[in-house]
């Protein structure tokens, strides 16, 4: 059930992402570039760690790699639908407003709390511990130990 629940999430997201890009890319290709470059930065370790998250649920490499990579072709669901109705400013205003939510909430839920410790001037979460097991996942994976 999990890794359903991570690829039907993510696939969510890539949609999201594909309809920013494509409104960022009807109003100039400057804001386009800037946008696939936001999109670019986010989705690396977002994606390596839907990866390491589906490994740990006990699939395979291939399942994990295939999961994965059909939940990315959402965004080109939502690229195509972005470039077909943004041709208004009202409509790009919108998926601009949805995709800057999306962003600022990727940026400080998903990865300043888990980085937290990189910033001491921070305030530190009461955090339960985790296990030694979860810790040396994604660096194992980076070093494709597995
Ligand atoms: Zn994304």
């Not at 986010?42 to 649920?57: K, Q, V």
């Not at 059909?70 to 998926?95: H, K, P, R």
């Not at 990189?118 to 597995?146: D, N």
Request: a negative charge.
């Amino acid at each position: 059930m999990i890794p359903y629940m991570i690829t039907i999430g993510d696939a969510i997201h890539n949609f999201a992402d594909g309809l920013a890009v494509g409104a960022a890319f009807s109003t100039s290709w400057k804001t386009g570039l800037a946008t696939s470059l936001a999109v670019l930065c986010h989705e690396l370790p977002h994606e390596l760690g839907d990866f390491a998250a589906l490994l740990h649920a006990g699939l395979s490499v291939k399942k994990a790699l295939l999961l994965n990579f059909s939940s990315a072709l959402t965004a080109f669901l939502g690229l195509y639908i972005a470039l077909s109705v943004t041709t208004g400013e009202e409509f790009q205003a919108w998926i601009f407003t949805v995709a800057t939510g999306l962003f600022l909430y990727v940026a400080l839920c998903d990865m300043v709390s888990d980085s937290h410790a990189g910033f001491p001037w921070l305030p530190t979460p009461a955090l339960p511990p985790r296990p030694a097991r979860e810790r040396g996942k994604v660096g194992a994976l980076i070093q494709g130990s597995r």
